[in-house]
């Protein structure tokens, strides 16, 4: 009998873990009251379960899923100082400055320093491969290892910030996270030697969106 049904909510996508959906029923009417049955009209309410959902908070992430993300975090982090892969200028609020390419290895002292961790005010309006969460993880390292500049350097400036983030969290129905570390990315446009401007840059060009919440390094594995 259940052939001759069709079922369909109100809504079939983009639901999140403990949602109201509305369920309707439709039938061929003929056939139904051939076997001996009244179609009825009406709706059930359910409670959306075992879907996955995007993790909507940092205390959702597991430490085995923290680690992984680090460790590639870290393995990214020094692989693209030493190739110099990204744009190999360093902004300051009023002078540049450059990594020297040969010199850029002798960077050693790289350190996480800061983590946030990002939600999307309205995931549900994000499409394609855009951002519902992120987890942004902060680096530094010293001033004196870049030996070319542009300008006097200011004596007051000793570190250089640069971040790695690993993005699209997912909370399984079966209760595990899933991210795709190997679509992990380091900003290779501009580091910063002046942190509020990093911060600015980092987090408070993005308000707009996302909601953030610090997190403390001393709580990562």
């Known amino acids: ?17 403990g949602e109201k959906i509305e369920v309707f029923v439709d039938g061929n009417d003929y056939i139904l009251r051939e076997q001996g049955y009244v179609l009825r009209e009406g709706s059930m309410e359910f409670t959306v379960e075992n879907v996955d959902c995007y993790v ?4 959702q992430l597991d430490q085995e899923t923290l680690g992984r993300v680090i460790r590639q975090s870290d393995d990214l982090m020094r692989s693209t100082l030493m190739a110099n892969r990204h744009r190999d200028v360093i902004v300051d609020v009023n002078n540049e400055y450059r990594i020297d390419k040969q010199n850029a290895r002798k ?3 790289i350190s996480l320093d800061k983590a946030y961790f990002l939600t999307h005010k309205d995931p549900k ?12 993880l902060c680096y530094t390292f010293d001033m004196d290892d870049i030996v070319e500049y542009y300008s006097n350097r200011p004596s007051s400036y000793e570190d250089v910030n640069i971040y790695a983030w690993a993005h699209n969290f997912v909370l399984t129905k079966e209760g595990d996270i899933a991210v795709d570390v190997m679509d992990m990315e380091v900003n290779k446009s501009l580091v910063f030697t002046d942190p509020q401007m990093f911060f600015d840059a980092v987090i408070t060009s993005h ?3 996302y909601e953030y919440e610090e997190v403390s390094v001393e709580a990562l594995p």
């Open 56 to 59: 909507a908070s940092f205390e």
């Open 107 to 109: 960077i050693e002292n």
């Open 207 to 209: 308000l707009g969106e």
């Open 1 to 17: 009998m259940l052939k001759h049904l069709r079922f369909y909510a109100d809504r079939d996508r983009d639901l999140d873990l």
């Open 125 to 136: 309006t994000v499409r394609g491969a855009n951002s519902r969460n992120a987890l942004l």
